[in-house]
């Protein structure tokens, strides 16, 4: 039982450190160019063979765009 546990345990933090790993070279997909060949590759396969991914980009988007409001923020976060 506690090998079961210890070995559950292993292998979420092996999944944890994939996905950290996949979302960082994602990441590097910034400019226009590059996500739209990035898009490009992925409308090749499924939906379900992209959910992964395509969720991780959708986050980064959302990410970069609240960076990007904060950044023109006016004194105090205030977006007015």
Same mark, same amino acid.
């Given at each position: 039982?506690?090998?079961?546990?210890? &070995? @559950?345990?292993? #292998? /979420?933090?092996?999944?944890? %450190?994939?996905? $950290?790993?996949?979302?960082?070279?994602?990441? *590097?997909? =910034?400019?226009?160019?590059?996500?739209?060949?990035?898009?490009?590759?992925?409308?090749?396969? &499924? @939906?379900?063979? #992209? /959910?992964?991914?395509?969720? %991780?980009?959708? $986050?980064?988007?959302?990410?970069?765009?609240? *960076?990007? =409001?904060?950044?023109?923020?006016?004194?105090?976060?205030?977006?007015?």
């Amino acid at each position: 039982m506690l090998r079961d546990a210890l &070995t @559950a345990l292993a #292998t /979420r933090r092996t999944m944890r %450190i994939a996905q $950290r790993r996949l979302a960082d070279e994602l990441a *590097s997909f =910034r400019t226009t160019a590059e996500r739209a060949e990035l898009d490009e590759l992925l409308s090749r396969h &499924t @939906a379900e063979e #992209t /959910r992964e991914i395509r969720a %991780i980009l959708y $986050r980064q988007d959302v990410e970069r765009q609240q *960076s990007s =409001r904060r950044q023109t923020a006016g004194l105090g976060g205030y977006l007015g």
